[in-house]
């Protein structure tokens, strides 16, 4: 039985070896568009490196240290969200600072109104001394944190028309950095403040998704630096 199990194995191996693979097809060898603008793009990729990541820095990108990596087109690291604003959710940052605005002039307005309203009569609302303190405060907060991000939203907006970010504007400020950032911004004024705004966005004309947190896929312009 040993035998016949061993020529059986003996034969199936003759099998395999008498075995011939069928032809592959022919393979068109793969087509690289490679202009100046990507042998830039990627002179400068390989040659920027991060000390602290240990890696390849992307192209407009800071390393955050709360975050502990590299975030591309890094604008701050923004308590509030516990992340960095950067490229791939800034859309969702300034929806986030318009949604907080409307939020606190809608409270602002209601309590406004309510004290207009009962300001001849007996109203509840200045019943008690608690109650006129939590409205005060009320009425403190909304304006505090409407203009707050009311100030946060045109400051991103300027950014977002110039191509740059709020660290690359504190640099600016650096004797020390002010001149390499100036040569930096003059070579990223290749677009106009609509299109830089489009893109933020996702490239797409103003509509429902602009006020939406709907996802977009980005990628990242490699041309937006080198041109």
């Not at 990729?45 to 800071?62: L, Q």
């Not at 290749?190 to 490239?203: E, I, L, P, R, S």
Request: hydrophobic share 40%; charged share 20%.
């Amino acid at each position: 039985q040993c035998n016949e199990k061993l020529n059986a194995m003996k034969g199936m191996v003759g099998k395999f070896r008498n075995f011939t693979p069928p032809a592959r097809e022919a393979v068109a060898p793969l087509e690289y568009n490679l202009n100046n603008n990507t042998l830039k793009f990627l002179a400068h990729t390989v040659n920027k490196h991060c000390k602290k990541c240990d890696c390849v820095k992307p192209p407009m990108s800071h390393h955050c240290s709360v975050c502990e990596r590299c975030v591309a087109r890094m604008d701050h690291h923004c308590p509030w969200v516990n992340n960095c604003v950067g490229y791939y959710n800034q859309k969702f940052f300034l929806q986030f600072l318009v949604y907080v605005f409307c939020g606190s002039m809608h409270a602002l307005v209601l309590i406004v109104w309510q004290g207009l309203s009962c300001m001849d009569k007996n109203c509840r609302l200045f019943a008690n001394t608690s109650t006129i303190v939590i409205t005060g405060l009320s009425i403190f907060c909304a304006l505090l944190f409407g203009l707050f991000v009311a100030i946060m939203f045109f400051d991103q907006i300027q950014c977002i028309t110039e191509n740059t970010s709020t660290i690359d504007n504190l640099k600016k400020k650096n004797p020390k950095f002010a001149q390499e950032e100036e040569a930096k911004s003059a070579s990223q004024a290749t677009k106009t403040a609509w299109q830089n705004v489009k893109d933020v966005f996702g490239g797409t004309d103003p509509g429902l998704d602009w006020l939406l947190p709907l996802d977009i896929a980005k990628e990242l312009d490699v041309e937006r630096e080198y041109d």
